[in-house]
């Protein structure tokens, strides 16, 4: 063959396939290491997905309460309410998250069930009891299922169900979930203040204060908010929690004297 001269068609088509061999071989060698990586960002984004069946749209947060009480009466009303709730849930639940996914042993039942008993003597009103409680329980009931890959969920529900001192609240487990499939600290956190303000806002558009659409846009002009409180109260010891949203607090209280309701809290 003469220099500069066209290859032949079939060798051509042969060069290509040993090209297309080789790429297809070069990722599962180099990025062996790197699939773990890859599958724990598909587990964040499922723990974080509404299809979950945690029964987290069960409850409004207590916005069906401060609706029928004229506290919140329109979208502004709701902007504040919603912040107000971010700044709550950061200054006495995300310690429970933050100790419970970051223990020096993720898995340790003893330690993980301390920290439940008290948030449950922490928390102030039994309407927010109950539904933490219902929320923590069937997170790790479907969390157990859902990731097989991790024993200890399975061993560690097993352990807790023998307790009667246990009430599976919703913080700790969240954290303790989030430890055990690998979630670092700060992630865990943010992860729980993006549900709670995705609870609030499906809560309100199902209670017709505000349409989905609308709703999408508040929830992305709220995450600078969102990430103030993140920053304000991440990586706090539960001797910090407290609570800084008293009238909330009451008002959600009020939930279980409602002549009329659609959520459980």
Avoid at 95 to 115: E, I, N, R, T
Wanted: net charge negative; with cysteine.
């Amino acid at each position: 063959m003469e220099p500069g001269s066209p290859a032949p068609k079939k060798s051509r088509l042969v060069h290509s396939a040993d090209c297309e061999m080789e790429e297809a071989q070069a990722p599962s060698s180099s990025n062996a290491a790197g699939g773990v990586n890859q599958s724990l960002h598909w587990t964040q984004w499922q723990i974080l997905d509404s299809i979950l069946p945690t029964g987290g749209f069960a409850h409004s947060y207590g916005l069906e309460a401060a609706m029928q009480s004229r506290v919140v009466n329109d979208q502004e009303d709701l902007r504040s309410f919603v912040v107000q709730v971010l700044d709550s849930a950061g200054s006495l639940l995300l310690p429970f998250v933050h100790c419970a996914c970051a223990g020096k042993s993720p898995g340790d039942a003893a330690a993980w069930a301390k920290l439940d008993r008290l948030l449950d003597a922490t928390l102030t009103n039994e309407v927010a009891r109950k539904a933490s409680a219902a929320q923590g329980s069937a997170l790790l009931r479907v969390a157990a299922s859902v990731f097989a890959e991790v024993p200890a969920l399975q061993e560690l529900r097993r352990t807790l169900l023998g307790s009667k001192s246990v009430s599976f609240h919703h913080a700790p487990v969240f954290g303790l979930v989030c430890g055990l499939v690998g979630f670092d600290g700060e992630t865990a956190q943010r992860a729980y203040m993006f549900v709670t303000m995705r609870d609030v806002l499906s809560a309100a558009t199902r209670l017709n204060l505000i349409g989905p659409l609308a709703a999408s846009v508040l929830q992305h002009q709220l995450a600078p908010d969102a990430e103030r409180m993140v920053r304000k109260w991440r990586d706090r010891d539960v001797s910090e929690a407290s609570q800084t949203a008293p009238l909330l607090d009451a008002v959600q209280g009020c939930h279980a004297y409602m002549f009329s309701r659609l959520f459980c809290s």
